[in-house]
């Protein structure tokens, strides 16, 4: 089984800086995908990003992007210019590839909060 | 878009109640999940389905059983409910055979048993 693990359970920052949001994960398979997901106080779980482990290269969406390191098992989420509608849950997520989801479902770090201050 | 419905956002019942969650997509997907998230543990499966009348155990099934009786249809049952199983309960559904595609979340049920 795989686990995933958030060092962060709160960061703050102040609007418009640079936040980077730690993910470190274990687990023995080869093939996997990696997720950032966001939850405001709406509750809605928003799926922020997505990297394919054997992609080399690091994925983007606009203000986000990641670091993936996969020998270091490490998968961290930066946020640049960072705005008040970003303050949420962030949770880092892990599922094999194949599966679709299956019994395995996601397997979710215990998040980390982020509050960008005004 | 995808949209995943729960038919309550917040939920009060009383310990030993059956009661029931339930979850519809309008997307035809073949995958559904119920999953349980509690501050600090982030979320947890507790049951999956990949078709209609299947069903797998997650990582805490206790206490929760399913029924999917219709592809677009999941429910989540707590046969006798307890003040343990009060927590944030997310549905989410998926494409089969797209691994890697993403899920698609209900916005949650605030479950409370006094």
């Known amino acids: 089984a795989q686990t995933v693990t958030q060092s962060q359970p709160e960061m703050s920052v102040q609007e418009a800086e640079t936040v980077t949001l730690s993910c470190t994960y274990d687990t023995s398979e080869n093939n996997y995908y990696l997720f950032w997901y966001k939850q405001p106080p709406s509750r809605q779980m928003i799926l922020v990003i997505r990297?394919?482990?054997?992609?080399?290269q690091n994925a983007t969406e606009n203000r986000f992007s990641v670091n993936f390191q996969k020998a270091a098992k490490s998968f961290s989420l930066k946020i640049s210019d960072s705005q008040l509608g970003d303050t949420a849950m962030y949770f880092c997520?892990?599922?094999?590839?194949?599966?679709?989801?299956?019994?395995?479902?996601?397997?979710f770090g215990k998040g980390t909060h982020l509050i960008i201050q005004p | 878009d995808v949209k995943v419905t729960q038919s309550s956002r917040y939920l009060v019942k009383r310990t030993g109640e059956k009661v029931f969650l339930e979850c519809v997509q309008d997307?035809?997907?073949?995958?559904m999940f119920w999953y349980r998230q509690d501050p600090g543990l982030g979320l947890r499966l507790i049951y999956f389905?990949?078709?209609?009348?299947?069903?797998e155990k997650g990582d805490i099934p206790e206490g929760y059983s399913v029924s999917r009786e219709k592809k677009e249809r999941f429910s989540l049952i707590l046969e006798s409910a307890s003040t343990n199983q009060t927590s944030m309960y997310l549905c989410?559904?998926?494409?089969?055979?797209?691994?890697?595609?993403?899920?698609?979340f209900g916005s949650g049920t605030q479950l409370s048993v006094l």
């Open positions: 989410a559904s998926s494409s089969a055979g797209e691994a890697g595609e993403k899920l698609f």
């Open positions: 990297q394919e482990a054997y992609k080399q």
């Open positions: 389905s990949y078709d209609v009348k299947m069903k």
């Open positions: 997520a892990f599922m094999k590839h194949g599966s679709g989801g299956g019994a395995d479902g996601l397997t």
């Open positions: 997307m035809d997907h073949e995958n």
